[in-house]
Protein backbone atom coordinates (compact mmCIF):
# COMPACT_ATOMS: atom_id res chain seq x y z
CA UNK A 1 0.00 0.00 0.00
CA UNK A 2 2.83 2.46 0.64
CA UNK A 3 4.36 1.72 -2.27
CA UNK A 4 1.14 1.99 -4.51
CA UNK A 5 0.39 5.41 -2.66
CA UNK A 6 3.94 6.67 -3.21
CA UNK A 7 3.61 5.98 -7.30
CA UNK A 8 0.35 8.16 -7.10
CA UNK A 9 2.09 10.89 -5.87
CA UNK A 10 5.00 11.13 -8.03
CA UNK A 11 2.43 10.21 -11.22
CA UNK A 12 0.85 13.27 -9.94
CA UNK A 13 3.79 15.69 -9.56
CA UNK A 14 5.38 14.43 -13.03
CA UNK A 15 1.70 15.09 -14.54
CA UNK A 16 1.67 18.67 -12.72
CA UNK A 17 5.44 19.59 -13.75
CA UNK A 18 4.52 18.46 -17.29
CA UNK A 19 1.36 20.72 -17.06
CA UNK A 20 3.45 23.22 -16.13
CA UNK A 21 6.40 22.99 -18.52
CA UNK A 22 3.83 23.33 -21.09
CA UNK A 23 1.96 26.54 -20.06
CA UNK A 24 5.83 27.95 -19.87
CA UNK A 25 6.08 27.22 -23.45
CA UNK A 26 2.86 28.65 -24.98
CA UNK A 27 3.55 31.78 -22.89
CA UNK A 28 7.49 32.19 -24.21
CA UNK A 29 6.05 31.59 -28.02
CA UNK A 30 3.15 33.81 -27.23
CA UNK A 31 5.94 36.60 -25.98
CA UNK A 32 8.07 35.73 -29.30
CA UNK A 33 5.09 36.14 -31.58
CA UNK A 34 3.85 39.66 -29.65
CA UNK A 35 7.52 40.53 -30.15
CA UNK A 36 8.41 40.12 -33.76
CA UNK A 37 4.70 41.36 -34.67
CA UNK A 38 5.51 44.67 -33.15
CA UNK A 39 8.04 45.22 -35.94
CA UNK A 40 6.02 45.98 -38.59
CA UNK A 41 3.34 47.44 -36.61
CA UNK A 42 5.65 50.02 -35.41
CA UNK A 43 6.83 50.68 -39.17
CA UNK A 44 3.25 51.43 -40.10
CA UNK A 45 2.49 53.64 -37.05
CA UNK A 46 5.90 55.65 -38.01
CA UNK A 47 5.13 55.55 -41.60
CA UNK A 48 1.01 56.64 -40.95
CA UNK A 49 2.96 59.81 -39.06
CA UNK A 50 5.74 60.69 -41.51
CA UNK A 51 8.39 59.86 -39.01
CA UNK A 52 10.98 57.10 -40.07
CA UNK A 53 12.78 56.47 -36.35
CA UNK A 54 14.30 53.12 -37.49
CA UNK A 55 16.41 55.24 -40.01
CA UNK A 56 17.00 57.85 -38.16
CA UNK A 57 18.13 55.59 -35.27
CA UNK A 58 20.71 54.07 -37.43
CA UNK A 59 22.21 57.30 -39.12
CA UNK A 60 22.86 58.50 -35.19
CA UNK A 61 24.47 54.95 -34.63
CA UNK A 62 27.49 54.95 -37.54
CA UNK A 63 27.45 58.76 -37.18
CA UNK A 64 25.76 59.45 -40.79
CA UNK A 65 23.04 61.33 -39.24
CA UNK A 66 23.37 64.69 -41.28
CA UNK A 67 23.96 68.21 -39.48
CA UNK A 68 20.24 70.49 -38.85
CA UNK A 69 21.11 73.81 -40.35
CA UNK A 70 21.68 76.73 -37.71
CA UNK A 71 18.65 78.88 -38.42
CA UNK A 72 20.52 81.29 -36.24
CA UNK A 73 23.20 82.21 -38.60
CA UNK A 74 22.68 85.36 -41.26
CA UNK A 75 24.43 83.49 -44.15
CA UNK A 76 23.64 86.89 -46.55
CA UNK A 77 25.83 89.09 -44.88
CA UNK A 78 29.96 88.54 -44.10
CA UNK A 79 31.78 90.46 -41.57
CA UNK A 80 35.33 90.71 -41.03
CA UNK A 81 36.96 90.61 -37.68
CA UNK A 82 40.25 91.90 -36.92
CA UNK A 83 42.32 90.77 -33.73
CA UNK A 84 44.77 93.00 -31.92
CA UNK A 85 46.60 92.84 -29.11
CA UNK A 86 48.36 95.04 -26.70
CA UNK A 87 50.86 94.03 -23.91
CA UNK A 88 52.02 96.35 -20.77
CA UNK A 89 54.45 94.83 -19.87
CA UNK A 90 57.63 92.12 -20.71
CA UNK A 91 55.87 89.70 -22.50
CA UNK A 92 54.42 88.46 -25.90
CA UNK A 93 50.96 88.61 -26.72
CA UNK A 94 49.46 87.63 -29.22
CA UNK A 95 46.17 86.30 -31.91
CA UNK A 96 47.22 83.17 -33.97
CA UNK A 97 45.34 84.71 -36.35
CA UNK A 98 44.99 88.12 -37.36
CA UNK A 99 41.79 88.28 -38.87
CA UNK A 100 38.05 86.03 -39.76
CA UNK A 101 35.71 86.40 -42.06
CA UNK A 102 32.38 85.42 -40.12
CA UNK A 103 28.51 85.25 -40.76
CA UNK A 104 26.42 87.16 -38.23
CA UNK A 105 25.10 84.17 -35.97
CA UNK A 106 27.65 81.96 -36.19
CA UNK A 107 30.03 80.88 -33.70
CA UNK A 108 33.71 81.49 -33.75
CA UNK A 109 36.70 80.59 -31.84
CA UNK A 110 40.26 82.62 -31.81
CA UNK A 111 42.98 81.41 -29.96
CA UNK A 112 45.32 83.99 -28.09
CA UNK A 113 49.12 83.47 -27.59
CA UNK A 114 51.06 84.27 -24.21
CA UNK A 115 54.23 83.74 -22.79
CA UNK A 116 55.69 85.19 -19.18
CA UNK A 117 59.47 86.09 -20.50
CA UNK A 118 60.15 87.40 -17.01
CA UNK A 119 62.05 86.11 -14.55
CA UNK A 120 59.72 86.55 -11.95
CA UNK A 121 56.09 85.78 -11.68
CA UNK A 122 53.45 87.72 -11.94
CA UNK A 123 49.80 88.67 -12.63
CA UNK A 124 48.00 90.01 -14.76
CA UNK A 125 44.56 90.14 -16.91
CA UNK A 126 43.18 91.53 -20.18
CA UNK A 127 40.71 94.22 -21.09
CA UNK A 128 39.30 94.05 -24.41
CA UNK A 129 38.46 97.05 -26.48
CA UNK A 130 36.04 97.12 -30.09
CA UNK A 131 35.92 99.78 -33.11
CA UNK A 132 33.68 101.12 -34.46
CA UNK A 133 32.47 101.49 -30.55
CA UNK A 134 28.87 100.36 -31.66
CA UNK A 135 29.85 97.23 -32.58
CA UNK A 136 30.86 96.71 -28.63
CA UNK A 137 27.00 95.73 -27.77
CA UNK A 138 26.58 93.10 -30.70
CA UNK A 139 29.77 91.55 -29.80
CA UNK A 140 28.81 88.47 -28.05
CA UNK A 141 31.54 86.51 -25.70
CA UNK A 142 30.57 82.71 -25.08
CA UNK A 143 33.98 82.61 -23.10
CA UNK A 144 37.02 84.65 -22.80
CA UNK A 145 40.64 84.75 -20.78
CA UNK A 146 39.61 88.31 -20.19
CA UNK A 147 36.97 86.94 -17.89
CA UNK A 148 39.97 86.18 -15.17
CA UNK A 149 42.87 87.10 -13.74
CA UNK A 150 46.19 84.84 -14.02
CA UNK A 151 49.08 84.37 -12.26
CA UNK A 152 51.78 83.29 -14.55
CA UNK A 153 55.35 81.98 -13.56
CA UNK A 154 58.42 82.68 -15.20
CA UNK A 155 58.76 82.17 -18.48
CA UNK A 156 55.37 80.28 -18.49
CA UNK A 157 53.21 79.81 -22.26
CA UNK A 158 49.50 80.28 -22.44
CA UNK A 159 47.57 79.38 -25.34
CA UNK A 160 43.71 80.81 -24.65
CA UNK A 161 40.48 80.57 -26.47
CA UNK A 162 37.90 83.63 -27.39
CA UNK A 163 34.65 81.99 -28.42
CA UNK A 164 32.56 84.58 -29.69
CA UNK A 165 29.37 85.41 -32.13
CA UNK A 166 28.28 88.67 -33.58
CA UNK A 167 24.83 89.32 -33.24
CA UNK A 168 22.19 89.73 -36.35
CA UNK A 169 20.90 92.84 -35.65
CA UNK A 170 24.85 94.79 -36.07
CA UNK A 171 24.14 97.91 -37.95
CA UNK A 172 23.97 97.41 -41.85
CA UNK A 173 26.75 100.03 -41.95
CA UNK A 174 29.27 97.79 -40.09
CA UNK A 175 31.07 95.14 -42.02
CA UNK A 176 34.75 95.22 -40.29
CA UNK A 177 35.40 94.71 -36.86
CA UNK A 178 38.38 95.37 -34.54
CA UNK A 179 38.70 93.32 -30.81
CA UNK A 180 41.86 94.71 -29.18
CA UNK A 181 43.01 93.71 -25.84
CA UNK A 182 45.50 94.94 -23.47
CA UNK A 183 47.49 92.75 -21.32
CA UNK A 184 48.41 94.48 -18.03
CA UNK A 185 50.04 93.46 -14.78
CA UNK A 186 47.98 93.71 -11.74
CA UNK A 187 49.63 95.21 -9.32
CA UNK A 188 49.65 94.34 -5.49
CA UNK A 189 49.55 90.95 -5.86
CA UNK A 190 52.96 89.68 -7.72
CA UNK A 191 56.34 88.83 -5.88
CA UNK A 192 59.20 91.27 -5.95
CA UNK A 193 62.18 89.90 -8.65
CA UNK A 194 64.73 88.21 -7.87
CA UNK A 195 66.96 90.69 -8.52
CA UNK A 196 65.40 93.76 -6.69
CA UNK A 197 64.77 90.90 -3.71
CA UNK A 198 68.80 90.57 -3.27
CA UNK A 199 69.41 94.24 -3.56
CA UNK A 200 66.89 95.08 -1.00
CA UNK A 201 69.11 92.01 1.32
CA UNK A 202 71.66 93.47 0.96
CA UNK A 203 71.37 97.05 2.16
CA UNK A 204 72.15 98.20 5.44
CA UNK A 205 69.25 98.38 8.56
CA UNK A 206 69.43 101.46 10.14
Known amino acids: MPESRDTQRRSVLSADNS??????LVIAALMFGFGYALVPVYKAICSALGINILSVSERLVTGTAPKAANSQVDTSRTITVEFDANARGVWDFKPAVQSVKVHPGEMVTVMYEFKNIQNRTMAAQAIPSYAPMQAMAHFNKVECFCFSEYLMKA????SWPVVFYID??????VSTITLSYTFFEVGGKVPAAPQAAAQSELKPRS
Open 19 to 24: LMVGKL
Open 155 to 158: GESK
Open 168 to 173: KKLPKD
